[in-house]
Structures are given as structure tokens and as C-alpha cells.
């Protein structure tokens, strides 16, 4: 992969290839995002209160991130069917999926990526908006969020008339193998920030520790083992699944 960056440039290669690129990393991608998926359900899911899900898969590539996290629901859901006619297994794999009940909505994907939106839609059967990093720092994720009445506690549309409109809060953007390619920290700074005013988790997957996050860039770094802030370069509380960082943190914005 680097002697193609080396020989063509980064943009080139994905647009020679962004019909049909794969990531051959997609075994330490799915594990990694398991075990956080895992992690995230076991302690947020009592603070989800949206009827929606909604997942940003970002630089999304031929759909790596969405095949794991549709996965994970998917699977999750056929463990709590089988549960509640089987009754609860006497062991669970700390790398599968828990037995995730109606309460949690299915994932809404949203996913941008400027070569490979063909890809994306051959494995995933779902649509990218062909948007760059910059284009996303410039704004461009507002227009793919979708908007919804404000919904009271009895489930019905709140005030009087035509209500007003809401966008709701992006639970997670996750990043695989393309967030160390900006290479200039002021671009990975607008971005992040960007995005820390609309998500609240970033989920970050990379062969290595890159790129380096800095304080005040709207992003706290989390120890998923704690389920806690820690400093900014701990590795506490990472994954590490074949070959493949993940590195997670929560919006300091949302």
C-alpha cells in the first residue's frame, strides 16, 4: 500500500481503484469494532434516547465499517430471539455481539467517501455521498443528517402547529485506515473539530497510533476499560486486534 501511495499520490490510487477497492484488514477491522460496539452497548445504551441510530462511516471505502456494525446488530438481534426462546447461553464470547433487544433501533449508515461510493454500494447495497475530508470540515455532513420533528414523552410531535425541526446528534463517526492520510494538522484539526460539533464518538482504526489527536481539538481520548476520559496519548483502554489500532474518544461539543 505505501509503494502505491509512493508512486501514484494518495488521491490518484483511490481513484484508479475506487470501483473496486478492498481492504484486505476487514478481519481486525470487524473484530475491533465488535468489541467496541460491545463495550459501547454494555454502558450507553440507558442514555439512548433518539428513535434513530445513526452512524457516520467515514472515508468508508468498500463498506468495511457498515459490513461489521450491521453485522453486529444483526447478529445481537437473532442472540436475543434465540435467548428468549432458548433462555440465556451459559457463556458469552467477549467478541460476539450481546443479545441486543428492540429498544435499539438499527443503524442508519451514513457514508461519505470521494473515489469509492461504488464499491461501497456493490458490498453494502447503501449510497455514499462522495464528499472528501474537506468537504465534511466545510460543513457538508448537516446536509446528510436527516431532520425529524422533536418527539415528546408520550411519543407525540411537541408544541403547537408545524413543529420545529431538529437535527439530531450523530452517535458515532468511525474512521478506518484513511484519518493518518492528512497529512497537514491544521486540515485533521478543522475536521475534527468539525465533526466533534455533530458526533458524539470517534472511532478511530489504523495499522498504528496515527494521527496524533491534540487537547482542545474537541475530542477527549477514552479508556473503553474504565469507560472514562484519560490523557490524550494514554493507550489505555485501546483495541488491538490483528494488526489493526483502535483508538476511541467522546466530543467534548455534544
Not at 26 to 38: F, K, Q, T, V
Request: proline share 7%.
Amino acid at each position: 500500500m505505501r509503494a502505491n501511495y509512493t508512486d501514484h499520490g494518495v488521491d490518484e490510487y483511490y481513484r484508479r481503484v475506487g470501483a473496486t477497492y478492498r481492504n484486505p484488514h476487514y478481519p481486525g477491522i470487524r473484530s475491533c469494532i465488535i468489541l467496541w460496539l460491545n463495550k459501547w452497548w454494555e454502558k450507553e445504551l440507558v442514555r439512548m434516547e433518539s428513535d434513530k441510530f445513526l452512524v457516520l462511516d467515514l472515508a468508508c471505502g468498500s463498506g468495511e465499517v457498515t459490513a461489521a456494525v450491521l453485522d453486529w446488530w444483526q447478529l445481537g438481534r437473532v442472540a436475543y430471539s434465540d435467548q428468549q426462546s432458548l433462555g440465556p447461553p451459559a457463556r458469552r464470547n467477549g467478541a460476539r455481539p450481546p443479545p441486543i433487544g428492540p429498544d435499539l433501533p438499527k443503524p442508519s449508515i451514513l457514508a461519505a467517501d470521494p473515489y469509492t461510493a461504488q464499491a461501497f454500494h456493490t458490498r453494502t447495497g447503501l449510497y455514499a455521498a462522495q464528499h472528501s475530508f474537506r468537504d465534511i470540515a466545510e460543513g457538508a455532513l448537516t446536509n446528510m443528517i436527516p431532520i425529524s420533528p422533536p418527539v415528546s414523552h408520550d411519543g407525540s410531535s411537541s408544541g403547537h402547529g408545524a413543529p420545529s425541526m431538529e437535527t439530531p446528534v450523530v452517535e458515532m463517526v468511525i474512521c478506518s485506515f484513511a484519518l493518518h492520510l492528512i497529512e497537514k494538522p491544521s486540515e485533521l484539526f478543522t475536521l475534527l473539530r468539525e465533526l466533534s460539533t455533530k458526533c458524539r464518538w470517534l472511532v478511530v482504526l489504523a495499522p498504528h497510533k496515527k494521527p496524533d489527536i491534540k487537547d482542545g481539538w474537541g475530542w477527549r481520548k477514552w479508556d473503553t476499560d474504565t469507560w472514562a476520559e484519560c490523557g490524550i496519548n494514554d493507550s489505555t483502554g485501546e483495541f488491538l486486534e490483528e494488526r489493526v489500532h483502535c483508538r476511541v474518544y467522546r466530543s467534548v461539543n455534544v
